[in-house]
């Protein structure tokens, strides 16, 4: 595997300058997972004679081509260069972005979510690669925990802020509003970030192996996200899902026998890598399915609008920013392992809280808002420091390819804990508030599997 030459000892200010622009660039990738389902009604305005399901392709496209590049990019970013990798996904992003503001017919929009999914991609594995290479090993742990908990930010105020652009301006302004981000974050950043270079010519990537990740994994986010909508039991859902692993079984193969693989399948046996990951899918069922569920809870059940609903959930992810600043100091002094086992019990006791005291009719201030304070608590505690465990045994030259790994595990716990409430919600029961006490239930439960699962881990208190 080629090496990469890493700069010098940034200085503090030139750290933090880093830090802003790689979390920029992570906050508007993971801000677009979730900041479009709550346009879906507006796209149906604007296009009334398309039907539902070619209208989900704009949610589903992203979630595919994002899903199934991460670890094709964050392979690129190691051998390649993460500033180069981290500019390309950047622009990328942002050119589709500009594509979705202008589209005339649903298809220009679904070709520009397809262009976000493929920069958000090269964005966040490169960003935390340049992350991790800028800051000390003392300060690399507090750093990914910021960076994820920014990350966690963006994809638990996505609706809400969604709701307001879209209030504001329409559906539109969801997306022209990440070109001058975009632009400023080019701008800034191509005077803040320093060149790193790898060692010798790199070698040109594995196409044959791209070409078996990715289309494994686009099988798979594929059959999660229609699953509900196909039938799981669809030749369609069947035949993504046979064909994903088959070629993934493949892939593995020949990641085992090639000199200079895709992904170096060593990594997994790394127990702390194993265990941060798959904590990580497990998790990641439980905050999808939960943070949809509320929105619709909160619309459909107490009736908010789309605003109110998002305005209702915004004291959680408020806690979210608060506590990430302090879990990864936590993290250091105490250990991965110690911070993220009561994380999740009191990410889980915010989910109880919900399944116990909020009822059918509205009480916010004694019902939702408790919950959502205690479960934002839980998220703080967690999310950012298991991205930080996930990379704290690799190497430099392996930061963004680890990062990537744990992202796709995030992006199919996620999809699948979708698909784990619309399989819920779409049961036929008398009483509304059964279908989302079986969802707070549900997402309480893979809370408590993922705490049990990071029991496993190795005690360790940094980056290396």
Known sequence: MKQLTLPPTVPTRGRTAVFAVTVVGAFMASLDLSVVNVAFPALERSWPHDTQASLAWVITAYAIVYGSLLITAGRAADQLGRRRIFFLGLWVFTVGSGLCSLAPSLAWLVVGRVGQGVGAAF?????????????????????????????ALAVATGPSLGAALITAGGWRLAFVINVPIGVAGWTFGRRVLVEDRPEGRAAPPGYVGVALVSVALAGLVLAISE??????????????????????????RRCGVRPDPLLDIGLFADRSFSVANAATALYAMGFFAMLLGNLLFLTSVWRYSILEAGLAVTPGPIVVALVSRWSGKLAVRHGFRSVLVPGFAVFAAGLLWYLLRVGPHPDYTAGWLPGTLISGLGIGLTFPVLAAAAVASLGAERFAVGSAVNQTARQVGGALGVAVLVAILARSATDPMAHFQHVWAFAAAMAVVAGLTTVLMRPMRSLE
Do not use: D
């Open 227 to 252: 699953g509900p909508t196909w039938g799981w039991t669809s030749v369609r859902v069947l035949g993504c899902l046979v064909s994903s692993l088959a070629l993934g079984a493949l892939f593995v």
């Open 123 to 151: 964005l966040l594995p490169a960003s935390l690669g340049i992350l991790l290479e800028t800051f000390p090993k003392e300060l690399r742990s507090q750093a990914v925990a910021l960076w994820a908990g920014a990350g």
